[in-house]
């Protein structure tokens, strides 16, 4: 089956704390995105790659961090300069056939 | 002005009605127009993609584009409870296919 796949489904986190979620898609997708979702809010885009060894920030990537070594993986790093990491955090990949963007099932982390 | 918006909602039709959910944008060169269905607690699933001007179909669900007025809607025919979710709309900007922008979503809540 071919697919996004996120991991861990849920993570919690102490304050001060890095943590990284995990983003993986065998699509053969070039572009991956990470969007962050606050209850009852819309998407808002925090990284994306293009390419691999590449990546752009979104409209809020202050506090977190990519790589994208592999066209197959995009792990995001929430780190401790993140100041409210609590939420929805959904990966995406996009066909550049048809242009349509495609998620992954997502990760909610939670600081405690 | 926001890119992409869409009323929150809810949005309440009767079980078997016709819903008839709304977006405008304001990049008059966006290409592409999507929407996605999004449950509770889910991430989203894409449900139509429309490129061009005029409707498309694909079983109970019409997307309608119409480019001069920057207006896309979704009509869901013989709406299921079922159907009840937050109904996403996203359009990729002038000369960025990369990099699509999401509405705020509407609220539909179907009544049985």
């Known amino acids: 089956d071919g697919g996004i796949t996120q991991s861990p489904k849920y993570l919690f986190r102490k304050e001060g704390q890095n943590v990284t979620l995990s983003c993986e898609q065998n699509l053969n997708h070039d572009a991956m995105y990470w969007y962050r979702q606050d209850p009852g809010q819309g998407l808002r885009l925090i990284y994306y790659s293009q390419i691999v060894n590449d990546f752009q920030k979104g409209d809020i990537a202050e506090g977190y961090s990519v790589s994208r070594e592999k066209k197959e993986s995009f792990p995001l790093t929430v780190t401790s300069a993140q100041k409210n990491p609590t939420a929805f955090y959904l990966c995406a990949s996009l066909s550049g056939r048809s242009y349509e963007q495609f998620f992954g099932p997502g990760t909610r982390l939670t600081v405690l | 002005q926001k890119e992409v918006e869409q009323n929150s909602g809810p949005l309440s039709v009767p079980e078997g009605a016709i819903a008839s959910l709304n977006c405008t944008y304001s990049?008059?060169?966006?290409?592409?127009f999507f929407w996605y269905r999004q449950y509770s607690g889910k991430s989203p699933e894409l449900i139509m993609s429309?490129?061009?001007?005029g409707d498309k179909e694909d079983g109970r669900f019409t997307a309608q584009l119409n480019k001069a007025s920057q207006y896309v809607s979704l009509l869901i025919r013989d709406s299921q409870p079922s159907d009840s979710a937050t109904y996403l709309c996203?359009?990729?900007?002038?000369?960025?296919?990369?990099?699509?922008?999401f509405g705020t979503g509407t609220k539909l809540q179907v009544i049985p």
């Open positions: 990049d008059r060169g966006s290409q592409s």
């Open positions: 429309i490129y061009s001007n």
């Open positions: 996203a359009v990729t900007p002038t000369g960025g296919y990369q990099k699509v922008t």
